[in-house]
């Protein structure tokens, strides 16, 4: 197998993502790989009122973004992180960064839509599957059911049961 230097998270900020994110750390502390983070805003279009184009609104949403983005940390502090904050069309933004930071192993959250919602919507990850250079490990954030059923037993075992 290939050593992992560099493994790329793109992030929504969505649940999916908060675990996919888990395992990125995981990987990127056992292979002592640097962990890049990456937020794709899309196409910004700006917003004109009378002929003036209001960018304080951009600029403001960047804001927040960027807030949001340097708040995804790992729990390890020896994981090397990097966060990148990127304006384009998802997919095609993610797959250039793969090729700036010469990633090794893209890890992403799947949001897991079927059906008509896909069709719809489409989706980020399969593109992202279809066309990458490097690996990917998509994951799916744990159901309601199963996340519960997790921190119950987590409760069970922290209390000696």
């Known amino acids: 197998m290939k050593k992992l230097r560099t493994i790329l998270h793109p992030t929504d900020f969505s649940s ?3 675990a996919a994110f888990d395992y990125a750390c995981q990987l990127a502390g056992d292979c002592k790989a640097r962990l890049v983070v990456v937020y794709v ?5 700006p917003i004109a009122s009378e002929g003036v184009i209001i960018s304080s609104n ?4 960047r804001a927040l973004a960027r807030k949001e983005l340097d708040a995804v940390r790992p729990s390890d502090p020896a994981i ?3 966060h990148v904050l990127r ?9 250039a960064a793969v090729q700036e930071f010469n990633a090794d192993l893209i890890v992403m959250g799947t949001h897991g839509r079927t059906g008509f919602r896909r069709l719809v919507l489409g989706s980020v990850a399969e ?8 690996p990917v490990l998509t994951v799916k954030a744990p159901s309601a059911k199963a996340a519960a059923t997790k921190t119950e037993n987590d409760s069970l075992v922290g209390a000696g049961i």
């Open 80 to 82: 090397r992180l990097e």
């Open 58 to 61: 951009i600029d403001e949403l």
């Open 41 to 45: 805003m899309g196409p910004i279009v």
């Open 87 to 95: 304006e384009g069309p998802a997919a095609a933004t993610i797959l």
């Open 16 to 18: 999916s993502s908060a």
């Open 127 to 134: 593109e992202i599957l279809r066309k990458a250079t490097c």
